[in-house]
């Protein structure tokens, strides 16, 4: 199986997913276009926020950074007159340390990747989408930004009028045979402009999605209109889309089987079957972990059944 | 005034100097010849003990990291599999990668200590003898080691064969004309052979040290056939040096004008100075900040005084 995650979102529903399927057999690739660099250490913080969350180590509240975490080295940082807005915990940056001396040592991501899930005990496979650096940029009306400088420094306030990948057009090495390989491949309820749009954006990504056998399911990320987590409503009206799981199966269209959508949108569900994928409707918010197991259960068994597409 | 440093025994002198003098006429070249990466930060050990020192921040018991510091990120580091022998404490952490930082970004080590003294409240200029890369290596009966290994990895258990200094060649833009332009030149009472040894070695050092007018004193780390802090009598001892103040001066013997030895040696001063330098006895144990004033107080008189040499 396998899993186009972004961060949060995709990993309260990984969590689910290991529950319904032997963690062995799971693939996710992660979107990397978040990555960032700050005071020097390669930060990925979709694929930290799904190794924690895997870990059983993550901040429940926040759905990102370690539990408990403290912040020791940050405020010496700032004392030392660092901008220090992106938040580091402190058994958060020893990871970011690790990962840093490792690229530094000519380790790719995939290879740091492997053996930061191995040292936390995560047994699924864990894949970031390339190996090269990408840069998620988001234009507003102060121009172009760096993801990181509109999600967190600036707090999502800005209108996104557009947004361009730079860097990596190629996907990590086994991305491509694990969408050809996978029986079920599943899009996590993640931001589909920027967490699932980058991946989708290296190249052959979209085709592998297209040309598979196996059914795709996508779990919608919005849900009465609104975005299950961050700026993903905000982000599909300024850029023109509908703020919906139609509109999500829009962007999804030349490869989606399967469209899972919130009871509150169940009326939408002939609107997305009229343009091709089935429409499973089910309970999408994940209060808790047996939400999670419920929804992940729902996405395996609708994928199990004949794919309208 | 110019005081060459190696890390603890110069730190404490230090202190006792900025009680005695304005702390802003003071330069202190430090040795980075102990300098070493770990997690693929640059750490600066000798010149970090006495930015923390001056800034009031040192562990007084250990005499190097900060006060109360805690270790949260190593412990998370070594669960990820890292070596690590080599202390780090989270608050000494933030040193290290705020250094790293700025020089992946370019800046000069001697701009990195400059701003990690301004922002520490450091007053005295802190200058490191090279600006390029000095790696101290010991041969010992295990081969060559890099002098971390030796020192702290392998607890300066091995006999020191042989000493040399890989890399940098030159010192640090600002060394020469402080040595020609000081009123006083201080040698802390460090390691001669690994702490003011590297110092010694940069191109120009030794003969900026003979040429200079103004008087040079050396404070002896050695006190009754003992070092004041580490390993420097059994590294005398296995070098061939006499392991006394008259053996220290001997090292220094080609720009040393004035020697201060501890009253335990005062047997030695007509040996000492026999051979050249004058020799001026003083409680040389560093027990307290009254018995740093003091030390520091006595070099500097004893500086005063017309040099013999």
Same mark, same amino acid.
């Given at each position: 199986?396998?899993?186009?995650?972004?961060?949060?979102?995709?990993?309260?529903?990984?969590?689910?997913?290991?529950?319904?399927?032997?963690?062995?057999?799971?693939?996710?690739?992660?979107?990397?276009?978040?990555?960032?660099?700050?005071?020097?250490?390669?930060?990925?913080?979709?694929?930290?926020?799904?190794?924690?969350?895997?870990?059983?180590?993550?901040?429940?509240?926040?759905?990102?950074?370690?539990?408990?975490?403290?912040?020791?080295?940050?405020?010496?940082?700032?004392?030392?007159?660092?901008?220090?807005?992106?938040?580091?915990?402190?058994?958060?940056?020893?990871?970011?340390?690790?990962?840093?001396?490792?690229?530094?040592?000519?380790?790719?991501?995939?290879?740091?990747?492997?053996?930061?899930?191995?040292?936390?005990?995560?047994?699924?496979?864990?894949?970031?989408?390339?190996?090269?650096?990408?840069?998620?940029?988001?234009?507003?009306?102060?121009?172009?930004?760096?993801?990181?400088?509109?999600?967190?420094?600036?707090?999502?306030?800005?209108?996104?009028?557009?947004?361009?990948?730079?860097?990596?057009?190629?996907?990590?090495?086994?991305?491509?045979?694990?969408?050809?390989?996978?029986?079920?491949?599943?899009?996590?309820?993640?931001?589909?402009?920027?967490?699932i749009g980058p991946i989708l954006a290296l190249a052959g990504v979209r085709a592998a999605l297209a040309r598979t056998q196996a059914p795709v399911v996508a779990i919608s990320p919005i849900v009465g209109g609104e975005a299950l987590k961050g700026p993903a409503a905000a982000m599909l009206a300024s850029?023109?889309?509908?703020?919906?799981?139609?509109?999500?199966?829009?962007?999804?269209?030349?490869?989606?089987?399967?469209?899972?959508?919130?009871? *509150? &949108?169940? @009326?939408?569900?002939?609107?997305?079957?009229?343009?091709?994928?089935? /429409?499973?409707? +089910? !309970? #999408?918010?994940? *209060? &808790?972990? @047996?939400?999670?197991?419920?929804?992940?259960?729902?996405?395996?068994? /609708?994928?199990? +059944? !004949? #794919?309208?597409?």
């Amino acid at each position: 199986m396998v899993v186009l995650c972004g961060g949060v979102g995709a990993a309260r529903f990984l969590e689910g997913v290991v529950r319904v399927v032997d963690a062995q057999s799971l693939t996710a690739i992660v979107n990397v276009g978040d990555d960032a660099e700050f005071h020097g250490l390669h930060v990925s913080p979709d694929i930290d926020t799904i190794l924690y969350t895997l870990a059983g180590l993550v901040d429940p509240d926040q759905g990102w950074g370690v539990r408990g975490d403290t912040h020791l080295v940050q405020t010496e940082l700032a004392r030392l007159g660092r901008d220090t807005w992106f938040q580091l915990g402190d058994r958060d940056l020893a990871t970011h340390i690790h990962r840093t001396a490792l690229l530094h040592e000519g380790v790719p991501p995939t290879e740091v990747t492997a053996r930061l899930a191995r040292s936390l005990g995560v047994r699924a496979r864990i894949l970031p989408a390339s190996d090269e650096r990408q840069a998620t940029m988001v234009r507003t009306d102060r121009g172009w930004l760096p993801f990181q400088e509109y999600f967190v420094h600036r707090r999502q306030q800005d209108d996104v009028r557009e947004v361009r990948f730079d860097g990596a057009a190629t996907p990590a090495p086994g991305v491509i045979d694990a969408i050809g390989d996978a029986r079920v491949i599943l899009v996590a309820p993640s931001n589909p402009i920027v967490s699932i749009g980058p991946i989708l954006a290296l190249a052959g990504v979209r085709a592998a999605l297209a040309r598979t056998q196996a059914p795709v399911v996508a779990i919608s990320p919005i849900v009465g209109g609104e975005a299950l987590k961050g700026p993903a409503a905000a982000m599909l009206a300024s850029l023109g889309h509908e703020v919906s799981p139609a509109g999500v199966a829009r962007l999804y269209a030349d490869f989606l089987d399967v469209m899972v959508l919130d009871e *509150r &949108d169940a @009326a939408l569900a002939p609107r997305i079957e009229s343009a091709g994928p089935r /429409a499973v409707v +089910a !309970p #999408a918010i994940m *209060r &808790d972990l @047996a939400a999670k197991e419920q929804l992940a259960r729902i996405a395996i068994d /609708a994928a199990g +059944a !004949p #794919a309208v597409a």
